[in-house]
């Protein structure tokens, strides 16, 4: 018996890869239907994640679906909110997992059972219509996320208590009325503050985007207009990126990106550019620059009764409202600490999956991760692994060499992000997905393909890494991979293609 707790999109993959191991899923989600992060509200939920209504994917569906169930080929290829959350709700109903779902249910706290030295069992006490149960789980999966609890360092921002005007996290944001004919300001340059910046420009007097280490700036929109991560994501990609020495694939990325415009040019290059940054997904911000809508500013150096002063700009700047796009916390409240240990916002996980330091590996987390590339299939391969695991058919090596990856991994990542916010949290997508892959027998091999079957061998190195891939063969095989492999441009074109003109060609 595995208990899942939160039934958004982790959630969701992990009810259904246990099911599939033939294990005895009970998912609790506190809200009142399923989805997570996806789910958008008006109004803002304690504990969940909060959107606001013109959320977009950053990545495409061919690159963002679960590995056995395709997006449909009607649906855009960067997905509206709306629609990412029918295609969970499709999702769930396909697999029947609502069966094993109890919804407007809350996990109070999960304890080790006394005997867990011997069984790996856990006591798990959760809370419906004010009523607490206790329940008995062979194994956990912690799915809950880290978009609930915002991150707001005002100690950071000198001033901030004497500033008369309004601000908020970017929690709290749902639309862009509220910056009718005022001056904003969001501090702040991941993708949340970049489109809260875009949406209030088109209705505010000013808009300032203060940023201390700038960012690059990728496009949806990418080469010969196809989807950026369907161009970037690729096995010969990958192979460039991890084999040369680490400069000079960075160098590659950095003059690509400077190709489309000169970020310095635009105050956006970032400090130190030989720091692996995740890029920002926006296709408005580099126009908005031109047209005088947004203008980027340094590091705030203090808050003023109603300005702000920038870090070597000795001008004062009139503001109105400040918008905070300072991040998450990663918090457990209903674990021990000594369950999973969170420093500087990262988890001592083996493969950001498993604590190293318990004596049964019963108990997992399950997208605690920020990949340069789709969340879902990532969750999904997490989950097939962990099933595996509780299930006894992998294994997991001793905890000394566990817990010495997770110091080397902790090293490197400060060295190559950079320590600050949720920066060790990313890592490289199609690496770690094939490294899990591997564990339990999924992973494609393309020389073995290129004997028995070369085009869709040649198809799986030069083309996008889909998630489809991961079902060729090994332990949940789906006789659909192969031909879902082959037809992922059209999935790719039917959205777009809505008028070809008769003297065009139909190749792509």
């Known amino acids: 018996r595995v208990a899942v707790v939160g039934a958004g999109v982790s959630g969701l993959t992990a009810t259904k890869c246990c099911l599939d191991e033939g294990l005895e899923p009970t998912c609790f989600e506190q809200s009142q239907d399923i989805g997570g992060v996806w789910r958008y509200t008006e109004h803002i939920e304690a504990g969940r994640p909060s959107l606001y209504p013109s959320v977009i994917s950053n990545t495409s569906k061919e690159m963002s679906a679960f590995s056995d169930f395709p997006f449909p080929e009607d649906f855009p290829v960067f997905l509206p909110n709306a629609q990412l959350l029918d295609y969970l709700q499709r999702y769930a109903e396909h697999f029947s997992l609502r069966e094993h779902i109890k919804l407007g249910t809350t996990v109070v706290s999960i304890r080790k059972h006394p005997d867990f030295a011997t069984t790996g069992q856990w006591n798990v006490v959760t809370e419906a219509g004010g009523k607490q149960t206790s329940h008995v789980f062979d ?18 921002f000198p001033g901030i208590e004497r500033f008369r005007g309004q601000y908020f996290h970017s ?10 004919g005022k001056r904003v300001l969001v501090v702040g340059m991941g993708n949340s503050g970049v489109d809260i910046a875009v949406e209030a420009s088109r209705v505010a007097a000013k808009v300032t985007i203060s940023t201390t280490r700038g960012s690059w700036l990728l496009s949806r929109v990418f080469d010969h207009g196809y ?7 690729t096995r010969l990609m990958s192979l460039i ?12 990325m950095n003059y690509k990106l400077n190709q489309r415009f000169n970020h310095e040019n635009y105050g956006l290059q970032p400090e130190k550019s030989c720091l692996v ?18 203008t980027i500013k340094p590091g705030v150096k203090e808050f003023k009764d109603n300005s702000v002063v920038f870090h070597n700009c000795p001008e004062e700047e009139p503001i109105d409202i400040v918008v905070f796009c300072t991040g998450y916390n990663v918090s457990f409240p209903f674990l021990e600490e000594s369950v999973v240990r969170v420093e500087n916002k990262h988890g001592s996980l ?18 605690l991760i920020k990949p340069f590339g789709g969340i879902m299939p990532v969750a999904e391969m997490q989950a097939r692994w962990v099933s595996r695991v509780f299930k006894g058919l992998c294994q997991l090596p001793s905890q000394s060499v566990m817990e010495k990856e997770v110091n080397e991994q902790k090293k490197n990542q400060v060295r190559w992000f950079g320590l600050t916010f949720d920066e060790v949290l990313k890592t490289e997508w199609l690496v770690y997905l094939d490294t899990l892959a591997s564990f339990i027998g999924a992973k494609p091999s393309v020389l073995g393909l290129l004997c028995t079957d070369p085009w869709l061998a040649l198809t799986i190195f030069f083309g996008p890494c889909s998630p489809y891939q991961y079902r060729l063969g090994g332990p949940g095989r789906w006789e659909g991979a192969r031909q879902a492999i082959l037809t992922q441009w059209d999935r790719i074109l039917k959205p777009t293609r809505t008028r070809v003109p008769a003297a065009s060609s139909s190749s792509f």
């Open 227 to 233: 989807p950026w991560d369907m161009v970037l994501n």
């Open 171 to 180: 929690r709290q944001y749902k639309h862009p009325d509220m910056f009718q």
């Open 139 to 156: 194994a956990v999966m912690v799915c809950s996320g880290h978009l609930s609890e915002p991150s707001l360092p005002l100690h950071c």
């Open 350 to 367: 083996y493969k950001y999956v498993f604590p190293t330091h318990l004596q049964k590996p019963t108990l997992a987390v399950l997208g």
């Open 277 to 294: 940054r995740e890029p920002v997904l926006n296709d408005d911000l580099p126009s908005y620059i031109l047209t005088g809508r947004i």
């Open 241 to 252: 990126k991890t084999n040369l020495p680490r400069p000079l694939p960075w160098w590659l």
